[in-house]
Structures are given as structure tokens and as C-alpha cells.
């Protein structure tokens, strides 16, 4: 016959045992409430998707000097967000000229103009292998998603790569229809020359460590460049600036403190020319709503 003792002890190690087995399980997936925002933040501790109300972003008109790209950024995630054939996007090249700031403009601008829900995700770069989970989840939504990963770029003996190469692939199973991804990055195949020239010296078949990383962004369709702007173009920045937020300056004193700026800092840029606006939009006490 069991005691009331025996009792409890064996309940609370039945109790023990089904923590135990809970804390192996991990977290249970979180609720995400797809109605919260547009923009949205993956956290794969939790398997939750953090809203974002209010994304730190430009209107897709003062982005300046790079209409070329800017134009098929917005026909691909038109069509996309349309249900049509659309590629990934790897925005490469010269730093602070918008890349990061062109994808958030265009979905938003996409998603305004087209009414659909057209969702966007950031996925940090330490988070690249959690990517498989995430598409797991996305798969079933009804909206059409855009995965968005800035400043991309892999190290040596980084092997993340591989979760994202598969990520881009889909795999057995395929890139589910809602997704895209969309990605930026310093480089144009997302390594440092050093550890693809490494590679290349240090291997048995040297071509074929280096299409082992290169081949990474190969799985992107579109390859969108931005290059160093001109002075003509940084200061049509400037102005686009200027006019938004109405700040009252001399058109011409207003550039050449511009250029000044700008030889302070050895480069001329669209992050230098809204660093410049900050600069001269607090000295006259005028507030910035970006948006």
C-alpha cells in the first residue's frame, strides 16, 4: 500500500521529470501577431517576431543618386508583392549610400501604393542559422514577406553561409512563394578578398574552395551596385534634404558647409549628407521626422 509520503514524492518527481523534458523541448513557438506592424524583428531565442510600429526609415523620394537601382528595387518588389516571379536582391557596394535605407523606402512604398500586406523581416547577421526555422513559420502566413538581412558579409571559418545558401535554395522542400530575400553588403560576393585568395592558395582544387563561397551569391537573381556618388549628386541630397524638412538656408552657403562636411570626413555619401542635415537642422532648432 502507498503512503501519502510515497505519494508525494512521486509526484514531485514526476514533476521533476516534466520540467526537465520541457527545458529540452526549448520555448514554445511565441504567438506572433502579424496585425501588430509591417516591419518586424526575428528573435529566434523565442521564435518570435518583434514589431517594429515605427521603422526607421526615409520617403522613398529623397533618396538620391541612385534612380538606376532605385527603379528595379521597385519593379522587383512590385511584382512581388503583385504574386508575380521575383528575384532575391543582394545590394552591394560603396558604403553609406542607402542601401539598407532603399530597401525599407521601397517596401514601404510598395505597400502603401499596392494596399497588399506586404510584410518586412530583419534578420540579423548573427541569426543567419536560425533561417530555417523561420521559413518553417513563414510558410504558412498569408501575407508575402520580404527577409531582410543588412550588412551581410562572411568571415573566416564562418560557416553560416551554408544556412543561407539553403535558405536561398529552399532546399528539398523549396523557397515558400511568400518569400523573398533581400540582403546588403560591402562586398559583391559577401567575403573578404583575403579569405577567398587564402582559400584559393591553401587548397588541394583551388577553384573549387573558392565556388564553394563565392556561390553564395549566386542564389541572389539581381545584383543591384551603388558606387561612390558624385559632388553633383551629394548635393542634390543636400537639397532634397533641405526642402523636405524646410530649413532656411542660403542655398549656397548651405553647399559649401555641405562640401565641407563632407572633406571632414573624407567621403561624400548619402549617410554624410543626412549627417550634415542633423548637424544643421539642430542648429536651428528644427525637429526631424524621418517618416
Excluded at 501588430?36 to 531565442?45: G, S
Excluded at 503583385?82 to 510598395?110: I, P, Q, T
Excluded at 592558395?201 to 556618388?229: M, Q, Y
Excluded at 567621403?267 to 528644427?286: E, N
Aim: hydrophobic share 40%.
Amino acid at each position: 500500500m502507498v503512503t501519502e509520503d510515497q505519494n508525494a514524492l512521486i509526484l514531485a518527481e514526476v514533476r521533476r521529470l516534466a520540467d526537465a523534458l520541457e527545458r529540452l523541448a526549448g520555448p514554445a513557438p511565441a504567438i506572433n501577431d502579424w496585425n501588430a506592424a509591417d516591419c518586424f524583428v526575428w528573435a529566434p531565442a523565442r521564435l518570435h517576431l518583434q514589431p517594429v510600429p515605427r521603422p526607421n526609415r526615409v520617403a522613398l523620394t529623397l533618396i538620391r543618386g541612385v534612380d538606376h537601382v532605385r527603379d528595379i528595387l521597385h519593379e522587383n518588389t512590385l511584382r512581388f508583392a503583385e504574386g508575380f516571379a521575383a528575384n532575391n536582391v543582394l545590394l552591394w557596394g560603396a558604403r553609406g549610400m542607402g542601401k539598407s535605407s532603399l530597401v525599407k523606402a521601397v517596401h514601404e512604398d510598395v505597400r502603401r501604393t499596392t494596399g497588399v500586406s506586404l510584410k518586412l523581416i530583419e534578420v540579423h547577421r548573427e541569426d543567419i542559422s536560425s533561417l530555417p526555422v523561420l521559413l518553417d513559420i513563414l510558410k504558412a502566413v498569408p501575407h508575402r514577406i520580404i527577409i531582410f538581412c543588412d550588412d551581410l558579409s562572411f568571415d573566416h571559418d564562418d560557416t553560416a553561409y551554408k544556412s543561407l545558401k539553403a535558405a536561398l535554395d529552399g532546399g528539398v522542400e523549396g523557397r515558400p512563394d511568400n518569400v523573398l530575400f533581400y540582403a546588403t553588403s560591402n562586398r559583391r560576393h559577401l567575403l573578404p578578398r583575403h579569405m577567398m585568395e587564402n582559400e584559393q592558395s591553401t587548397a588541394i582544387n583551388p577553384s573549387e574552395a573558392v565556388e564553394e563561397k563565392v556561390s553564395l551569391s549566386d542564389r541572389f537573381g539581381l545584383w543591384l551596385g551603388f558606387h561612390k556618388c558624385s559632388q553633383e549628386d551629394y548635393l542634390q541630397m543636400i537639397d532634397a534634404y533641405a526642402d523636405h524638412f524646410k530649413l532656411e538656408l542660403d542655398r549656397a552657403q548651405m553647399h559649401h558647409e555641405a562640401l565641407e562636411w563632407a572633406t571632414t570626413r573624407g567621403a561624400r555619401s548619402g549617410r554624410v549628407a543626412w549627417q550634415y542635415i542633423q548637424d544643421l537642422a539642430g542648429r536651428q532648432r528644427i525637429v526631424l521626422e524621418r517618416d
